[in-house]
């Protein structure tokens, strides 16, 4: 088994700008599991926000490289937990070794992903299409370059609930709105009852992540539905966020991959909670991994392929909104033959 790494610096169609952060390049980090015969394709991007470099995370993943050339494990499972006591400070690492790990056992099992968990893509959800926060007039133009049946928009303005007036004036898509901590419990439970009335379906992570009070205020008042995002980071937050939201978003980058998702995913069914997969601004390869989860999910927001200009990679492909999942077994992303 051989453990490579390929680094890209992908280029957004748009700046793309949310209530902490703004950029118009997105570093990524894909990692390959080769035994000479499968290959697994895993990805992670860097993160300011939570201190993740391409750096950080090859610096990490070279601790276990050892571990992962000598293959005395059966599934990606085994591998995640073998990995997990030097990977455990480093999510996003673990994240693209657990995607590599397990799009190889897939394919050698002879196996779809989704298959290889028993799953069946009969019914499942369609992903939105995320509006990063800009002029209203740019943040029209960016939904009219790209017609879609669900769009999220991030908000944390001072202009929040006029942005999404002018957004309804232009469309009949279902919204979603992401505030990424902007919000108080006041401006919240304020304005969820005028946003319903604008065609949305849930507020996520309206307040800071350490705003318990605030968010028990919002789940007891809120018209809308609150989803988790910053507030559910790894499989120990669920729990907590039980009472506080109506579901989590659940990020395979920070939590360490699909192995650890499908735990948390378990568990917030178990709690009633409705499940939500989101992404970073990752190439095919990552948005693929988390096509599979699908058939598990209420919602996703799976579109980080389509911000970006020059994809390296081939995998799952969209129709309007629908996830169209690529031919050939594992998640069925590969990187493109000039970067191999």
Same mark, same amino acid.
């Given at each position: 088994?051989?453990?490579?790494? *390929?680094?890209?610096?992908?280029?957004?169609?748009? #700046?793309?700008?949310?209530?902490? &952060?703004?950029?118009?390049?997105?570093?990524?980090?894909?990692?390959?599991?080769?035994?000479?015969?499968?290959?697994?394709?895993?990805?992670?991007?860097?993160?300011?926000?939570?201190?993740? #470099?391409?750096?950080? %995370?090859?610096?990490?993943?070279?601790?276990?490289?050892?571990?992962?050339?000598?293959?005395?494990?059966?599934?990606?499972?085994?591998?995640?937990?073998?990995? *997990?006591?030097?990977?455990?400070?480093?999510?996003?690492?673990?994240?693209?070794? &657990?995607?590599?790990?397990?799009?190889?056992?897939?394919?050698?099992?002879?196996?779809?992903?989704?298959?290889?968990?028993?799953?069946?893509?009969?019914?499942?959800?369609?992903?939105?299409?995320?509006?990063?926060?800009?002029? $209203?007039?740019?943040? $029209? /133009?960016?939904m009219k370059e790209l017609p879609w049946p669900i769009y999220k928009?991030?908000?944390?303005?001072?202009?929040? =609930?006029?942005?999404?007036?002018?957004?309804?004036?232009?469309?009949?898509?279902?919204?979603?709105?992401?505030?990424? +901590?902007?919000?108080?419990?006041?401006? #919240?439970?304020?304005?969820?009852?005028?946003? /319903?009335?604008?065609?949305?379906?849930?507020?996520?992570?309206?307040?800071?992540?350490?705003?318990?009070?605030?968010?028990?205020?919002?789940?007891?008042?809120?018209? =809308?539905?609150?989803?988790?995002?910053?507030? +559910?980071?790894?499989?120990?937050?669920?729990?907590?966020? *039980?009472?506080l939201f109506h579901g989590i978003n659940i990020k395979l980058t920070? +939590?360490?991959?699909?192995?650890?998702?499908?735990?948390?995913?378990?568990?917030?069914?178990?709690?009633?909670?409705?499940? %939500?997969?989101?992404? %970073? #601004?990752?190439?095919?390869?990552?948005?693929?991994?988390?096509? *599979?989860?699908?058939?598990?999910?209420?919602?996703?927001?799976?579109?980080?392929?389509?911000?970006?200009?020059?994809?390296?990679?081939?995998?799952?492909?969209?129709?309007?909104?629908?996830?169209?999942?690529?031919?050939g077994n594992g998640t069925g992303a590969s990187l493109k033959p000039?970067?191999?």
């Amino acid at each position: 088994m051989r453990l490579t790494y *390929h680094t890209f610096d992908l280029q957004l169609k748009h #700046t793309f700008t949310i209530a902490h &952060d703004s950029r118009d390049v997105q570093q990524t980090l894909i990692v390959q599991l080769n035994d000479g015969v499968f290959a697994g394709f895993g990805e992670a991007t860097s993160n300011p926000y939570y201190g993740i #470099t391409i750096g950080n %995370m090859t610096a990490t993943l070279d601790m276990v490289k050892d571990i992962v050339e000598k293959g005395k494990y059966s599934s990606a499972e085994e591998l995640w937990a073998m990995v *997990h006591p030097l990977l455990k400070d480093n999510s996003f690492a673990q994240c693209a070794l &657990d995607e590599a790990a397990q799009d190889y056992f897939a394919k050698k099992k002879g196996q779809k992903l989704y298959e290889s968990w028993g799953l069946s893509p009969e019914n499942i959800p369609m992903t939105n299409f995320t509006i990063g926060i800009d002029t $209203v007039e740019k943040m $029209v /133009a960016k939904m009219k370059e790209l017609p879609w049946p669900i769009y999220k928009i991030k908000l944390g303005t001072d202009e929040d =609930l006029r942005i999404v007036q002018e957004l309804r004036k232009n469309t009949d898509a279902l919204f979603r709105v992401d505030a990424n +901590c902007g919000w108080t419990a006041e401006k #919240t439970i304020e304005l969820a009852p005028k946003l /319903a009335a604008l065609g949305v379906e849930f507020i996520e992570q309206p307040l800071p992540a350490d705003d318990t009070e605030g968010m028990k205020a919002v789940f007891a008042e809120s018209a =809308l539905p609150v989803i988790a995002d910053e507030s +559910c980071i790894i499989e120990e937050d669920v729990e907590p966020c *039980h009472g506080l939201f109506h579901g989590i978003n659940i990020k395979l980058t920070k +939590c360490g991959g699909p192995t650890a998702a499908l735990r948390m995913i378990a568990k917030a069914r178990e709690l009633g909670m409705k499940t %939500m997969v989101g992404c %970073m #601004t990752e190439t095919s390869v990552g948005i693929s991994a988390i096509a *599979h989860l699908l058939p598990l999910l209420d919602y996703v927001d799976m579109d980080g392929s389509l911000l970006i200009r020059n994809d390296p990679a081939t995998g799952v492909t969209f129709n309007f909104g629908k996830v169209i999942y690529a031919p050939g077994n594992g998640t069925g992303a590969s990187l493109k033959p000039e970067f191999l």
